[in-house]
C-alpha cells in the first residue's frame, strides 16, 4: 500500500470514528441550561435588539442586510429572485457558558402576492393553506391585537432529529403602506423523549441540548412584483465538546444555513402568487 493511500485510509477511519463520537454525543448526553448561560443569552438579545432598534430608526433603508457592507449588491440580488443566507453576529466578546447561539440572516423575493395577503398568511397558515416547514402541529392560544400566543410542535434535524413542545409570543408592526415586522420569542421549550404516541417531555432545560432559546424577527417590505420578507433567527444550543467541535461545527453550520434557507424557500414557493 503506498504512503498516499495509508494516509487517505488513516484519514476516512478517524472520519468515521470520529463522526460515531458525535452521533453517540448527540443520542445520549445530557445538558443543562445553566443561570449563567440565560445571563449571557439574554445580553445577547438585548445587543441584537439594540441594533435592530437603531436600523429601524433610518427610514431610508429597512431591510437588516441593508445595512450590510454589500448591501446595494444584496438588494439587487434578491430583486432577481435569489434566496440570500448570511451568517451574523451581534454582542461581540458575550461568552455563553456551556452554550453556542447561531445566529443566521436570510431574505428572499416573495412574487405575486401584497403585504396584507402575505400578513394574513402567516398570522393564519391554516386558513390560507400554509404548512411552515418544520411545524408539525400549531395551534392559537390567545390573540390581542397586534400581539398572539402560539403553540407549535417543531421538528428540528441537525446532527439528529428531535421534536418539540413550544410556545411563543408573536407580535406583529406596521411602519407604513409598504413596511411591516414581526418578532416571534419562545416562552418554552421542552424536548419530547419520542416514547411510544404519547407526548412525553424532557424536563425543559435538562435535555440533549439542542434548542435552549429561539428568537426570530422578520421584516417584510412591499417592491414591485411581491415583498421581500427576511427573517433574522437567533438561537441557544449546548456547546459541542472542544474535542468534537473541528469536525461537528461544519456539519452544524452547514445545516443552520439549510434549515433557514428552507423557512424562506417554502413562504416563497407556497405563498407566490396568492
Do not use: C, K
Not at 196 to 203: C, K, T, W
Not at 237 to 255: D, F, Y
Amino acid at each position: 500500500m503506498t504512503r498516499e493511500l495509508i494516509v487517505r485510509h488513516v484519514s476516512i477511519v478517524l472520519l468515521v470514528s470520529g463522526w460515531a463520537n458525535v452521533m453517540a454525543v448527540a443520542r445520549a448526553s445530557g445538558a443543562e441550561l445553566t443561570g449563567p448561560a440565560i445571563s449571557a443569552w439574554d445580553r445577547y438579545v438585548a445587543a441584537t435588539e439594540a441594533r435592530r432598534t437603531r436600523e429601524l430608526a433610518d427610514e431610508s433603508r429597512f431591510l437588516a442586510l441593508d445595512f450590510g457592507e454589500r448591501a446595494a449588491e444584496t438588494r439587487r440580488a434578491l430583486l432577481r429572485g435569489e434566496l440570500v443566507v448570511v451568517e451574523a453576529g451581534d454582542g461581540e466578546g458575550i461568552r455563553i457558558p456551556g452554550g453556542t447561539i447561531h445566529h443566521w440572516r436570510a431574505a428572499v423575493l416573495v412574487r405575486g402576492i401584497t403585504l396584507d395577503r402575505l400578513l394574513a398568511a402567516l398570522r393564519d397558515p391554516d386558513e390560507h393553506g400554509y404548512a411552515p416547514p418544520g411545524v408539525l402541529e400549531r395551534r392559537l392560544l390567545h390573540r390581542e391585537d397586534h400581539r398572539e400566543r402560539v403553540f407549535l410542535r417543531l421538528r428540528r434535524q441537525e446532527i439528529v432529529t428531535a421534536v418539540f413542545n413550544t410556545e411563543h409570543i408573536v407580535e406583529f408592526w406596521r411602519h407604513a403602506r409598504t413596511r411591516a415586522e414581526s418578532r416571534s420569542v419562545a416562552t418554552r421549550i421542552a424536548e419530547l423523549t419520542g416514547e411510544g404516541d404519547e407526548d412525553h417531555e424532557r424536563p425543559v432545560g435538562r435535555d440533549r441540548g439542542f434548542l435552549w432559546r429561539l428568537n426570530s424577527y422578520w421584516r417584510y417590505e412591499a417592491v414591485r412584483g411581491g415583498v421581500l420578507v427576511e427573517l433574522e433567527s437567533v438561537t441557544l444550543s449546548r456547546s459541542m465538546p472542544g474535542v468534537l467541535r473541528p469536525l461537528a461545527q461544519p456539519i452544524v453550520t452547514r445545516i443552520a444555513r439549510e434549515s433557514i434557507a428552507t423557512t424562506l424557500a417554502g413562504i416563497r414557493d407556497q405563498l407566490g402568487g396568492m
